[in-house]
C-alpha cells in the first residue's frame, strides 16, 4: 500500500463536518481515513456533556474521485453520559451524510438512483460500479427514488391522458402473458402510472383512487381498439372526449392488408411466404403510404400485385388502407366524413374478402372516437414513445419478476423530471460558424 497526504483532501471530499485525515491507495481504489470535527456533544436523556468511549471503524463507499473508486473509513465515535443515574449509557455518533447500518454515503446511493432513473442505467451495472450488492444497490434505489415517485404533484396537470398496455411477464409452462396497463400525460410526455392487468376494472379501480378534481381536469383521453379500456374512461371521466388516433387505425388497416397477403400466398402457392413469391416482396412496400412510393417503387407493387393477386383482394385491401389514410388528410369535417364514406363503398363492393369486413365492422364500432381525433388532431404517441422506454427499461433488467421493483424502475425512468444542469459553452460561437 503507498501513503498519501494532501491538504486539500477534506476541501476536495466535500462532506461538511468531516476532515479526512490518512489516504491509503488501496487496489487502485481510494481509502480516505475521515472522522467528525464535532467535540462536545450532550447526552440525549439528561442534557449531561458526554465522554469519549473509544471509536469504532466503520468503512462506507462514497462518490468516485477523480474516477477512481473511494471508500470512506469512517472512526465512529462512541458516547458515555457519565451520569449514572441516567438511563442512557452509550451510543454512536450519526451524520445525516450517512445512513446508520449503511454501506453507502447518501450521496452515493442517491447517485445510484440518478443513474437507474435518469441514465438508463441497470441495478447490476451500479453495483458493481460502488462494490456493493445487488440488493443493496436496489435498497438505495428504492430509498431515494420512492419519495420521488409518490409526490403528488407529479399527477397534477394532467389534461390530456393516454392509455396503453404493455407486457409485464412472457408467456412460460405455468402462466400466461402478464400484462400491465400504463397511464400517461399526453402533454408532457410522462408516465403517470402503471397497474398490474389490462382491463376495464384495472384502470377504473385507478381512476376512482384519483381525485374528484383530478378526473374532472382531464378533457381528452387517446387509447386503441379496446372496448375495456374505453368502457372504464367513459364511466369515470364521463366529460372527456375518447380519441383514437391515426396510428393505431391504420395499424388495424394494416394488420388486414397483412392477412390477405397471407392467405392469398397460401392459397395461390400452397406454402407460407417466401423469398422469391411476388406478394412476399412486396409486403414491406405496400405498408407504406401511396404518397411516399416513387415510380420505382409503384412498378415493383403493380408487378408484385400483378404476378401473386389474381383475384385482386390484396389490391382490395390495399386500398382500403390508403382510403382510411385519406381520412386522415382531410381538413374539415365534410371532408372526413366524405372519405369514410368511401371507405365503406368500397368495402361494400368487396364484401367477399372476410379482413375487410372484420375491418370494417371496427371502423364502425370505432367511428365515434376516430372522428374524434379531428376535433383537435391529438395523437397517442406520447404514449407509444413512452412504451419504448419500458420496453427499454425491461430489457435493460433483463426482465421483471417484482412489480413494486418494476413499476419503481419504469416511473424514475420516464415518470420523473429530472434536473440536468445546463453545460456552459466554451466557445462562443458554433465550430461549424467558427470558420
Same mark, same amino acid.
Given at each position: 500500500?503507498?501513503?498519501?497526504?494532501?491538504?486539500?483532501?477534506?476541501?476536495?471530499?466535500?462532506?461538511?463536518?468531516?476532515?479526512?485525515?490518512?489516504?491509503?491507495?488501496?487496489?487502485?481504489?481510494?481509502?480516505?481515513?475521515?472522522?467528525?470535527?464535532?467535540?462536545?456533544?450532550?447526552?440525549?436523556?439528561?442534557?449531561?456533556?458526554?465522554?469519549?468511549?473509544?471509536?469504532?471503524?466503520?468503512?462506507?463507499?462514497?462518490?468516485?474521485?477523480?474516477?477512481?473508486?473511494?471508500?470512506?473509513?469512517?472512526?465512529?465515535?462512541?458516547?458515555?453520559?457519565?451520569?449514572?443515574?441516567?438511563?442512557?449509557?452509550?451510543?454512536?455518533?450519526?451524520?445525516?451524510?450517512?445512513?446508520?447500518?449503511?454501506?453507502?454515503?447518501?450521496? @452515493?446511493?442517491?447517485?445510484?438512483?440518478?443513474?437507474?432513473? @435518469?441514465?438508463?442505467?441497470?441495478?447490476? @451495472?451500479?453495483?458493481?460500479?460502488?462494490?456493493?450488492?445487488?440488493?443493496?444497490?436496489?435498497?438505495?434505489?428504492?430509498?431515494?427514488?420512492?419519495?420521488? $415517485?409518490?409526490?403528488?404533484?407529479?399527477?397534477?396537470?394532467?389534461?390530456?391522458?393516454?392509455?396503453?398496455?404493455?407486457?409485464?411477464?412472457?408467456?412460460?409452462?405455468?402462466?400466461?402473458?402478464?400484462?400491465?396497463?400504463? $397511464?400517461?400525460?399526453?402533454?408532457?410526455?410522462?408516465?403517470?402510472?402503471?397497474?398490474?392487468? &389490462?382491463?376495464?376494472?384495472?384502470?377504473?379501480?385507478?381512476?376512482?383512487?384519483?381525485?374528484?378534481?383530478?378526473?374532472?381536469?382531464? +378533457?381528452?383521453?387517446?387509447?386503441?381498439?379496446?372496448?375495456?379500456?374505453?368502457?372504464?374512461?367513459?364511466?369515470?371521466?364521463?366529460?372527456?372526449?375518447?380519441?383514437?388516433?391515426?396510428?393505431?387505425?391504420?395499424?388495424?388497416?394494416? /394488420?388486414?392488408?397483412?392477412?390477405?397477403?397471407?392467405?392469398?400466398?397460401?392459397?395461390?402457392?400452397?406454402?407460407?411466404?417466401?423469398?422469391?413469391?411476388?406478394?412476399?416482396?412486396?409486403?414491406?412496400?405496400?405498408?407504406?403510404?401511396?404518397?411516399?412510393?416513387?415510380?420505382?417503387?409503384?412498378?415493383?407493387?403493380?408487378?408484385?400485385?400483378?404476378?401473386?393477386?389474381?383475384?385482386?383482394?390484396?389490391?382490395?385491401?390495399?386500398?382500403?388502407?390508403?382510403?382510411?389514410?385519406?381520412?386522415? /388528410?382531410?381538413?374539415?369535417?365534410?371532408?372526413?366524413?366524405?372519405?369514410?364514406?368511401?371507405?365503406?363503398?368500397?368495402?361494400?363492393?368487396?364484401?367477399?374478402?372476410?379482413?375487410?369486413?372484420?375491418?370494417? +365492422?371496427?371502423?364502425?364500432?370505432?367511428?365515434?372516437? $376516430?372522428?374524434?381525433?379531428?376535433?383537435?388532431?391529438?395523437?397517442?404517441?406520447?404514449?407509444?414513445?413512452?412504451?419504448? $422506454?419500458?420496453?427499454?427499461?425491461?430489457?435493460?433488467?433483463?426482465?421483471?419478476?417484482?412489480?413494486?421493483?418494476? &413499476?419503481? /424502475?419504469?416511473?424514475?425512468?420516464?415518470?420523473?423530471?429530472?434536473?440536468?444542469?445546463?453545460?456552459?459553452?466554451? &466557445?462562443?460561437?458554433?465550430?461549424?460558424?467558427?470558420?
Amino acid at each position: 500500500m503507498k501513503f498519501h497526504g494532501s491538504s486539500g483532501a477534506t476541501t476536495l471530499l466535500g462532506m461538511p463536518g468531516f476532515v479526512v485525515g490518512v489516504q491509503v491507495d488501496v487496489g487502485g481504489e481510494w481509502w480516505l481515513s475521515v472522522e467528525t470535527t464535532v467535540a462536545v456533544v450532550a447526552c440525549s436523556g439528561c442534557g449531561t456533556r458526554a465522554v469519549g468511549h473509544g471509536r469504532r471503524r466503520v468503512r462506507v463507499r462514497d462518490l468516485e474521485i477523480s474516477g477512481r473508486a473511494t471508500v470512506l473509513c469512517w472512526a465512529k465515535r462512541i458516547w458515555r453520559c457519565p451520569d449514572s443515574d441516567c438511563e442512557v449509557e452509550t451510543w454512536s455518533e450519526r451524520c445525516e451524510h450517512i445512513e446508520p447500518g449503511g454501506l453507502l454515503t447518501v450521496r @452515493a446511493a442517491a447517485e445510484i438512483c440518478r443513474a437507474v432513473g @435518469a441514465d438508463g442505467s441497470s441495478v447490476a @451495472a451500479q453495483a458493481r460500479r460502488f462494490g456493493v450488492s445487488w440488493a443493496a444497490a436496489m435498497a438505495a434505489v428504492g430509498r431515494h427514488g420512492t419519495p420521488l $415517485i409518490e409526490v403528488p404533484a407529479r399527477l397534477e396537470a394532467a389534461t390530456a391522458i393516454g392509455v396503453d398496455e404493455t407486457t409485464f411477464l412472457h408467456a412460460a409452462a405455468a402462466r400466461r402473458t402478464q400484462y400491465v396497463t400504463g $397511464i400517461i400525460d399526453l402533454d408532457r410526455g410522462r408516465l403517470l402510472d402503471v397497474v398490474p392487468g &389490462r382491463s376495464a376494472r384495472v384502470l377504473g379501480d385507478w381512476l376512482t383512487a384519483q381525485t374528484v378534481d383530478w378526473r374532472a381536469q382531464v +378533457t381528452v383521453a387517446a387509447l386503441d381498439a379496446f372496448r375495456g379500456y374505453a368502457n372504464a374512461l367513459a364511466a369515470h371521466l364521463p366529460d372527456a372526449m375518447l380519441v383514437m388516433d391515426h396510428f393505431h387505425t391504420i395499424q388495424l388497416a394494416n /394488420r388486414a392488408l397483412d392477412k390477405v397477403r397471407r392467405r392469398t400466398q397460401t392459397d395461390t402457392l400452397g406454402h407460407r411466404g417466401q423469398s422469391a413469391d411476388p406478394l412476399y416482396r412486396i409486403r414491406r412496400l405496400a405498408l407504406l403510404g401511396a404518397g411516399r412510393l416513387d415510380e420505382k417503387g409503384w412498378d415493383r407493387l403493380e408487378a408484385g400485385l400483378a404476378a401473386g393477386d389474381p383475384a385482386g383482394e390484396v389490391a382490395a385491401a390495399w386500398i382500403a388502407k390508403e382510403e382510411l389514410r385519406l381520412m386522415y /388528410r382531410a381538413r374539415s369535417p365534410e371532408a372526413v366524413r366524405r372519405a369514410l364514406t368511401r371507405f365503406y363503398t368500397h368495402y361494400a363492393a368487396n364484401d367477399h374478402i372476410p379482413e375487410l369486413v372484420t375491418l370494417a +365492422t371496427t371502423i364502425s364500432t370505432w367511428q365515434t372516437e $376516430i372522428l374524434n381525433y379531428h376535433n383537435g388532431h391529438f395523437s397517442n404517441g406520447p404514449t407509444e414513445a413512452v412504451n419504448l $422506454i419500458i420496453e427499454k427499461t425491461r430489457r435493460i433488467g433483463h426482465g421483471f419478476r417484482n412489480f413494486h421493483n418494476y &413499476r419503481l /424502475r419504469l416511473l424514475l425512468a420516464c415518470g420523473v423530471k429530472w434536473h440536468t444542469p445546463v453545460v456552459a459553452r466554451i &466557445r462562443g460561437r458554433q465550430p461549424r460558424l467558427s470558420a
